[in-house]
């Protein structure tokens, strides 16, 4: 086998490095993906669930007093925010506890940043009869205190995680201990399109429902496609779910605004393509931000949902081809993004998603008034209001 | 006959365990040296990894304690030079996939070598992604050391057959230094590898005791003991030689 040719690969990215112990479950999991992804009565099951509990189609709202006052491009905003538990990551929790569930598996596992993927995997196993643990960062649980509640209160158990930097990454490590002690009743429900194969593939294809219905509800809206679609990427689902079906479509132009944090001149930000450079880790060949000896990097961001080392594998192929574009959006730009979308247009963004209205904030005045943007809103804010104040220097309760 | 071969020549070996640099550099080499002369015939030496996902508690903490002290790969291919001119023990380093790729791999194994190392272990490079170092590794003489586990299963074949120096038979799911997880059916992994391979094997993960060792000899060419040792030097730090010479002699002799 070549290196490049192998199983699970986005050009030379992506691949399956990760312990003996879990590559049979791994294989397991890739066979029984491929069969669930061509049946039918799955794929039924998974759509009903998707539109009558998760509430999908999510609207493409046509930004009209944004698109005003920036004075240029037309701004859509697709709604994920509207979903059930408040973001996307529902659509990949639907679809991989299902298929959990359907081989054999009783309890899943998740690693969370800003709890949003936790929030959502714990809905997920209560209403299909899973048990559920989440791991998540202490200094996660502490910035998303609220998410941590909700999750108990859905019946999930939360194990804080006090080793390395505390945060997202330390999560994953510490999901994937607990898959590798115990794999036989467990599924690991991996939160975005990274870790090893079938991962990558099988979480993008969970939220390429995202892409397809904003190029149905655009061609509708407007009889032609955007001129640039635009996401927040930490690991990068939200990102390629709204991406993919546009791939092909080269006069599409697709931003990924990755966390810059204080800044991405200072160490204090997660920027993995701005920053990072190859590397192996978390089961995948990707960019990483990382030392010269390949020490991870403790990364900053205000975004507890984007503060991770790492990128997905087909990002950083998409990078390496040009399709996409990957910019930093500083966490002051993104609280101003966060503030401006919760004042103009009466929505209050998550701070992830914050970082793409901020992008497209910047682009949207230079572009003419005849060209459009769609901005994937990944997720509702409510989460973050209190975090925000306190950013803002205004103590509140949660 | 290469020097890993010949650890496990007409005897059961013992391998142990420490992560270099942990509470440093001086401290390492002297260990290497008093593990050798407690009856330790191969050396595992852990280049400390920020996010080491395969290691349970005990060894997290060594590599942190190692990363603190300003241990790096560099520093310990100039620890292992030197020591390498005083004894003839097969050296072996553990670590993660990123230290050894972002170092670059050819560099890495062609610094192994002028250094005296033997073999290298990498827990997250499996059969399907052995050759992203493999080719690098044998092209300096380097042996990269195969892993099977518990739920190998029909994978334990085609692992055998293309295993190097040894093979490294993971006893328990689940991490490094978890005392009561070693599985039951190690035997029969073992007489697994043995119907394609005569490739010796080596048993790791959660042996702790004498007994313990003494147990996994017996099903197989050699037991590996890391967490029990690094739990020494966490408790005595520089002043860990003579009780980790102490656990080793008690480890050799209850395999003999």
Redesign the interface.
């Known amino acids: 086998?070549n290196?490049k040719t192998?199983?699970g690969r986005f050009g030379e990215y992506g691949?399956?490095?990760?312990?003996?112990?879990?590559?049979?479950?791994v294989q397991e999991l890739e066979k029984e993906y491929l069969f669930y992804k061509e049946n039918a009565a799955f794929q039924s099951e998974l759509t009903n669930l998707l539109n009558n509990y998760a509430g999908r189609p999510s609207l493409l709202y046509y930004a009209e007093k944004m698109t005003g006052e920036l004075g240029g491009a037309k701004i859509y905003l697709k709604r994920e925010d509207l979903n059930h538990t408040g973001s996307h990551k529902i659509n990949n929790v639907l679809g991989q506890t299902l298929l959990a569930k359907k081989m054999g598996k009783t309890r899943i596992i998740a690693e969370t940043g800003a709890g949003q993927h936790g929030v959502a995997a714990a809905t997920a196993a209560a209403l299909m009869g899973m048990e559920c643990e989440i791991f998540m960062g202490k200094e996660d649980t502490e910035r998303q205190a609220l998410n941590v509640y909700r999750m108990k209160l859905l019946g999930a158990k939360v194990n804080t995680v006090t080793?390395?930097t505390m945060t997202l990454?330390?999560a994953v490590?510490e999901t994937?201990?607990e898959w590798?002690?115990?794999?036989d009743d467990t599924h690991y429900v991996l939160g975005s399109v990274m870790g090893p194969h079938p991962f990558p593939m099988m979480v993008r294809d969970f939220h390429r429902v995202i892409g397809k219905e904003i190029k149905e509800q655009i061609l509708k809206a407007e009889g032609r496609l955007p001129d640039a679609v635009i996401a927040c990427i930490g690991g990068g689902s939200n990102a390629i779910g709204a991406f993919y079906e546009f791939i092909e479509d080269t006069s599409v132009r697709l931003f990924g605004c990755e966390a810059g944090g204080l800044g991405v001149e200072t160490p204090q930000n997660a920027a993995t393509i701005t920053n990072g450079?190859?590397?192996?880790?978390?089961?995948m060949?990707s960019y990483?931000c990382?030392d010269?000896?390949?020490?991870?990097a403790p990364v900053h961001s205000i975004s507890a949902g984007l503060d991770y080392p790492g990128i997905g594998p087909e990002h950083a192929h998409l990078h390496d081809i040009k399709r996409s574009t990957y910019v930093a959006v500083t966490d002051a730009d993104a609280v101003e993004a966060f503030e401006y979308l919760s004042r103009t247009e009466g929505i209050i963004p998550a701070i992830e998603s914050a970082h793409a209205v901020a992008y497209a904030k910047k682009i949207a005045p230079e572009m003419g008034t005849n060209q459009i943007i769609v901005i994937n809103l990944s997720g509702r804010g409510d989460k973050d209001v209190a975090s925000i104040a306190r950013y803002k220097g205004v103590n509140i309760n949660e | 006959m290469n020097r890993i071969s010949k650890a496990f020549e007409n005897k059961k070996a013992l391998i142990t365990f420490i992560t270099g640099g942990d509470p440093d550099i001086e401290t390492t080499e002297k260990l290497i040296l008093a593990m050798e002369e407690a009856g330790a015939d191969i050396i595992e030496i852990g280049i400390p990894f920020s996010d080491p996902v395969s290691e349970g508690v005990i060894i997290q903490e060594a590599d942190k304690r190692a990363l603190d002290s300003g241990c790096t790969a560099d520093k310990l291919f100039d620890m292992v030079k030197k020591v390498r001119t005083k004894t003839d023990i097969p050296l072996l380093f553990m670590t993660y996939a990123n230290p050894v790729y972002s170092y670059g791999t050819d560099l890495f194994m062609a610094k192994c070598k002028e250094a005296g190392i033997d073999g290298v272990i990498v827990p997250d490079a499996p059969f399907e992604e052995k050759d992203e170092f493999e080719e690098e590794a044998n092209r300096h003489g380097i042996c990269m050391i195969s892993m099977i586990a518990p739920t190998s299963g029909g994978r334990i074949k085609q692992i055998a057959c293309e295993a190097q120096g040894f093979l490294y038979c993971v006893s328990s799911l689940g991490v490094t230094g978890v005392s009561n997880g070693i599985k039951s059916n190690i035997a029969e992994l073992i007489e697994e590898v043995k119907k394609t391979s005569a490739i010796p094997c080596a048993v790791g993960f959660g042996i702790f005791t004498p007994d313990q060792a003494s147990d996994m000899a017996a099903v197989s060419d050699g037991v590996i003991v890391g967490s029990a040792i690094v739990r020494l030097i966490a408790k005595f730090r520089n002043e860990c030689i003579e009780p980790v010479k102490q656990l080793v002699k008690e480890l050799k002799n209850s395999i003999v």
């Open positions: 086998m290196k192998k199983k691949g399956q490095f990760i312990a003996e112990t879990l590559m049979n479950a080793s390395g990454k330390d490590n994937m201990r590798v002690s115990r794999i450079s190859i590397g192996i880790f978390h089961g060949k990483f990382q010269e000896y390949g020490q991870i």
